[in-house]
């Protein structure tokens, strides 16, 4: 995958995150405009979990503010250290992920136990894997976009 196709895979992931948020926004107008009470608590179930797309963003600016690369005595050593690191970021990130899915499935059961008063487990494994999906995604693409980043600037270092 080139710098171009993560760019454009970026800019299609925050298409699909604001077309995802103003189509709940009309939908949760039109079922309260409609007093549809049970369709409109299942929306708010989806609103919140569209968050995880919120959650993404922090992947990018915390690598986004890295201007410069590892600086060693070759090349390949500098590309060593890019990689260990692109590799540890990647690992917290999975973590971080596993556990923001964690979270959203426990307000999911809850959501459903308590406000929908119905249990859906296909709802639930849905939900979860899309979100898990989401951000092991946006992960991924944040640790692309900083290895290509930053491997030009160590290219540039060692010419």
């Known amino acids: 995958m080139t710098y171009r196709t993560g760019f454009l895979i970026n800019e299609i992931m ?10 709940l926004g009309f939908w949760t107008m039109d079922k309260l405009i409609k007093k549809d009470y049970v369709n409109f608590k299942r929306v708010i179930l989806y609103l919140v979990n569209s968050i ?3 959650i993404g963003v922090p992947f990018y600016v915390r690598l986004a503010i890295v201007v410069q690369g590892p600086k060693a005595a070759t ?6 250290v890019l990689k260990d690191d692109c590799i540890l970021e990647f ?22 136990k308590y406000i929908l ?9 849905i ?18 976009n900083y290895y290509i980043a930053i491997s030009g600037e160590i290219d540039r270092y060692h010419y």
């Open 14 to 23: 925050m298409c699909l995150a604001i077309i995802t948020w103003v189509s």
């Open 52 to 54: 995880v797309f919120l």
């Open 75 to 80: 090349k390949e050593a500098s590309m060593q």
């Open 91 to 112: 690992v917290r990130y999975i973590s971080i992920s596993i556990l923001v899915t964690a979270i959203l499935f426990c307000i999911n059961y809850l959501f459903q």
């Open 117 to 125: 008063k119905k249990i859906q487990k296909k709802t639930l494994l």
């Open 127 to 144: 939900l979860t894997v899309i979100d898990f999906s989401i951000l092991l995604l946006l992960s991924a693409l944040a640790i692309f």
